[in-house]
């Protein structure tokens, strides 16, 4: 069940705990995107549309979804004005752009540019799929676009067509090179790890990244497929991540803060051969995003906005607070801005997806896949 009204209401904690707090917001709570817990959003993740021209066995089905209309859609225009409430009023400091695929929006250059405008130094980064992207990467850069995340799960063109259900290995290759060229760096590859498919090619994906000056990062796959068919025992872990990387690499933390960040970062040096020590330098980074064994929910700053404008404050909320519409009703920027507190203050606690019972029978996947939400 989703609960779509306007008014937020009190929701059962993800591990099956009542909130102890009183859910609706105090007059006297924190500013901006408080919640209940002493967290504060400041990274806003925005979803430009809910569809997309892959179909990742992990994410959609094979015949895609039913995609929203035109009409349920944000607009420029109200792309636009949210961010503004956003970033004016309630504290965001960074912006991702993300999908579906950001990358079919036709308006996307526009939307970049006038975002741009209005906020001269907000970092605005976007993660795509990389299909079409070498096209429009310079146009990208120019518009505003202050950096980019692409998702790449293989460098073989029969895996990535298996595990996306389309072939264009080489398009997004040519995306991510351009991207880089573009200035659209620190370019960060995102990588879905799926058993028996593309585990193996952990170790060269990570020498090829690091060869090219790429920050690879691992996502451990988590249950927003479509199809509903995630299992926790054929999921990749981090830990499994982290012992496939070690035949080649040795891994060590990376001392820079985490700073809330969902990946954890190490830094990456070959293994000198026959031996468990590392030679020579370090060659760059690696970040492993364990989101359902390692979760980081007590330090989560993320506030997400479905292409359709609803608030969600978790990938794994069950409830959405509908903005865009309160928004069409004419509502003034204070009305918006205090809807989306009220939203933001319900935040779970944690997901409870690492809860020992998640493949049991009680656990109900949330409604949307990752695309519908916005990952
Ligand atoms: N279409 C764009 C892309 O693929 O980069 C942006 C949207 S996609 C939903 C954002 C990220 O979510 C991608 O890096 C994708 O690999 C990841 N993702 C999708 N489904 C996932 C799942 N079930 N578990 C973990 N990550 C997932
Ligand atoms: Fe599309 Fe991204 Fe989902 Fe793949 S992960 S189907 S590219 S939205």
Same mark, same amino acid.
């Given at each position: 069940m989703s609960v779509q009204l306007g008014m937020p209401q009190p929701r059962e904690e993800a591990a099956g705990a009542l909130p102890s707090v009183p859910a609706a917001r105090p007059a006297?709570?924190?500013?901006? @995107?408080?919640d209940r817990y002493g967290r504060r959003a400041t990274d806003m993740r925005l979803s430009?549309? %809910?569809?997309?021209?892959l179909r990742c066995t992990y994410c959609m089905p094979a015949e895609g979804l039913e995609w929203l209309s035109k009409q349920a859609v944000m607009s420029a225009e109200e792309i636009v004005r949210i961010v503004r409430i956003g970033v004016e009023? @309630?504290?965001?400091r960074e912006l991702r752009l993300t999908g579906g695929?950001?990358?079919?929006?036709? %308006?996307l250059v526009e939307i970049l540019a006038a975002l741009r405008s209005n906020h001269p130094s907000l970092p605005v980064s976007m993660t795509t799929n990389?299909?079409?992207?070498a096209k429009k990467a310079a146009a990208l850069k120019a518009a505003g676009l202050t950096r980019i995340n692409v998702s790449l799960d293989s460098l073989h063109e029969e895996t990535f067509t298996q595990l996306t259900?389309?072939?264009?290995l080489n398009q997004v290759l040519a995306g991510v090179d351009a991207a880089w060229a573009a200035g659209l760096g620190p370019v960060k590859l995102n990588a879905v790890l799926m058993r028996g498919i593309n585990d193996a090619e952990a170790p060269s994906l990570l020498a090829w990244a690091l060869g090219r000056g790429y920050e690879l990062r691992f996502i451990e796959q988590m249950p927003l497929d479509a199809d509903h068919g995630w299992t926790r025992r054929n999921m990749i872990t981090a830990a499994e991540i982290r012992e496939l990387l070690s035949s080649d690499f040795v891994l060590s933390p990376d001392?820079?803060?985490?700073?809330?960040?969902p990946a954890e970062r190490f830094e990456v040096r070959r293994r000198a051969a026959g031996s468990a020590v590392a030679s020579g330098p370090v060659l760059g980074t690696v970040g492993i995003?364990?989101?359902?064994?390692?979760?980081f929910c007590s330090d989560c700053r993320r506030t997400r906005i479905t292409a359709e404008g609803k608030i969600m404050s978790?990938?794994?909320?069950?409830e959405e607070f509908d903005l865009l519409g309160l928004l069409r009703s004419g509502a003034s920027d204070e009305a918006l801005a205090k809807r989306w507190q009220d939203a933001m203050?319900?935040?779970?606690?944690?997901?409870?997806?690492?809860?020992?019972?998640?493949?049991?029978?009680d656990f109900v996947q949330p409604d949307r896949s990752m695309s519908a939400i916005g990952g």
């Open positions: 006297d709570a924190p500013p901006g @995107l408080a430009l549309t %809910d569809k997309c021209n009023q @309630l504290g965001v695929e950001p990358l079919v929006r036709h %308006d990389g299909v079409g992207l259900r389309r072939p264009f001392p820079r803060a985490r700073d809330g960040a995003i364990a989101s359902v064994t390692e979760p978790c990938l794994f909320s069950r203050w319900l935040k779970p606690k944690a997901h409870g997806m690492d809860h020992v019972g998640l493949d049991a029978p």
